[in-house]
């Protein structure tokens, strides 16, 4: 064997062994980590990290939520149906609360955006931080579920036989009544009500 060739012999090694490392850790962890979590991720430090507080915000906001308010019906209240809309609105309110008053839903996130509240690449950061708490809360959440041999994660439920008519008038008045709040709250002219309402509808 030339010296040349077992000094290339020499440094591929490692590096092989080093390969076969990360692919032998990329194979342990990449079933566990959901699909889009690492763009999630990413997203938070765009700009020099300038949203990194927003988008922080967001992630732990959403996972506060989804256990806050997701729980009631299944792990809080399962006998009684006025006791699991209270912990629903309770969540709701302390999510908001302990996770620092950040939006969780793209939605409001783009109602924010187009009444000119938050820029598009905060807007961006926030709906990706809000994916992200997603990705990982409702994982999180079905491990918790499964260990503890409580029933699966999910919120108080309605009858869709039952309570289809019913469910599209409430979604309904929901939402116009959520754009009603929001346009007042962040703007006093009839005319951005009518601009981000037509924003959003297109």
Same mark, same amino acid.
């Given at each position: 064997?030339?010296?040349?060739?077992?000094?290339?012999? &020499?440094? /591929?090694?490692?590096?092989?062994?080093?390969?076969?490392?990360?692919?032998? /850790?990329?194979?342990?962890?990449?079933? +566990?980590?959901? *699909?889009?979590?690492?763009?999630?991720? &990413?997203?938070?430090? /765009?700009?020099?990290?300038?949203? +990194?507080?927003?988008?922080?915000?967001?992630?732990?906001?959403?996972?506060?939520?989804?256990?806050?308010?997701?729980?009631?019906?299944?792990? /809080?209240? &399962?006998?009684?149906?006025?006791?699991?809309?209270?912990?629903? &609105?309770?969540?709701?309110?302390?999510?908001?609360?302990?996770?620092?008053?950040?939006?969780?839903? *793209?939605?409001?996130?783009?109602?924010?955006?187009? !009444?000119?509240?938050?820029?598009?690449?905060?807007?961006?950061?926030?709906?990706?931080?809000?994916?992200?708490?997603?990705?990982?809360?409702?994982? !999180?959440?079905?491990? +918790?579920?499964?260990?503890?041999?409580?029933?699966?994660?999910?919120?108080?439920?309605?009858?869709?036989?039952?309570?289809?008519?019913?469910?599209?008038?409430?979604? +309904?008045?929901?939402?116009? !009544?959520?754009?009603?709040?929001?346009?007042?709250?962040?703007?006093?002219?009839?005319?951005?009500?009518?601009?981000?309402?037509?924003?959003?509808?297109?």
């Amino acid at each position: 064997m030339t010296p040349v060739f077992s000094s290339a012999i &020499a440094i /591929i090694d490692p590096i092989m062994v080093l390969i076969t490392l990360l692919s032998n /850790i990329y194979q342990q962890l990449a079933p +566990l980590v959901p *699909p889009g979590l690492a763009c999630c991720i &990413a997203s938070a430090f /765009i700009v020099d990290k300038k949203y +990194l507080g927003a988008f922080r915000a967001e992630f732990i906001g959403t996972i506060l939520m989804i256990g806050l308010t997701f729980s009631p019906g299944k792990w /809080i209240g &399962a006998d009684s149906l006025a006791i699991a809309w209270v912990a629903h &609105a309770a969540g709701v309110v302390a999510a908001d609360k302990i996770g620092g008053g950040q939006h969780v839903n *793209p939605g409001v996130t783009v109602s924010m955006w187009a !009444l000119g509240k938050c820029s598009y690449t905060e807007a961006y950061v926030r709906i990706m931080g809000a994916m992200g708490g997603g990705l990982v809360a409702f994982p !999180l959440f079905k491990l +918790l579920a499964d260990t503890l041999n409580l029933t699966p994660l999910g919120g108080p439920e309605f009858n869709p036989k039952d309570d289809e008519e019913v469910c599209y008038v409430l979604c +309904l008045y929901c939402v116009f !009544l959520i754009h009603i709040i929001l346009c007042t709250v962040y703007s006093n002219t009839l005319t951005s009500l009518y601009l981000s309402t037509n924003i959003l509808i297109y």
